[in-house]
């Protein structure tokens, strides 16, 4: 079993910053994924994904804005997002996806809210 024990949201005006982490504990095996997903109403999004080699990817509307990062060695997850927007408020959930031969194993964090309003 991994746990995935998620922090840093919170209430923010348009331009201001914030960081959200997600910490990863339990035993992993060979490759994985790690990922904010974010949800509001109407809509449910990958907004950044990052490899346990490295590779990062990002949605259109976050480009340029968010910073996702990882320490490979515990894992952790960061996520850096800058000039926010009233169009990234969601609950930001943290999801990890372990690849083993044959299956995957997919894990969620219990989610953080990001307001962004004036």
């Known amino acids: 079993q991994v746990q995935l024990v998620e922090s840093g949201g919170g209430l923010v005006q348009p331009g201001e910053s914030l960081r959200l982490s997600c910490a990863a504990s339990g035993f992993i095996y060979g490759f994985y994924s790690m990922g904010w997903y974010r949800q509001a109403p109407g809509k449910r999004e990958l907004a950044a994904e990052i490899t346990s080699g490295g590779r990062t990817n990002y949605t259109d509307s976050v480009k340029g804005r968010f910073t996702i990062s990882r320490d490979n060695a515990k894992p952790t997850m960061w996520l850096q997002m800058n000039s926010l927007k009233p169009e990234d408020t969601a609950i930001y959930y943290c999801?990890?996806?372990?690849?083993?031969?044959?299956?995957?194993?997919?894990?969620w964090g219990q989610g953080t809210q990001v307001t962004v309003s004036s």
């Open positions: 999801n990890f996806k372990n690849f083993i031969p044959g299956r995957t194993l997919e894990y």
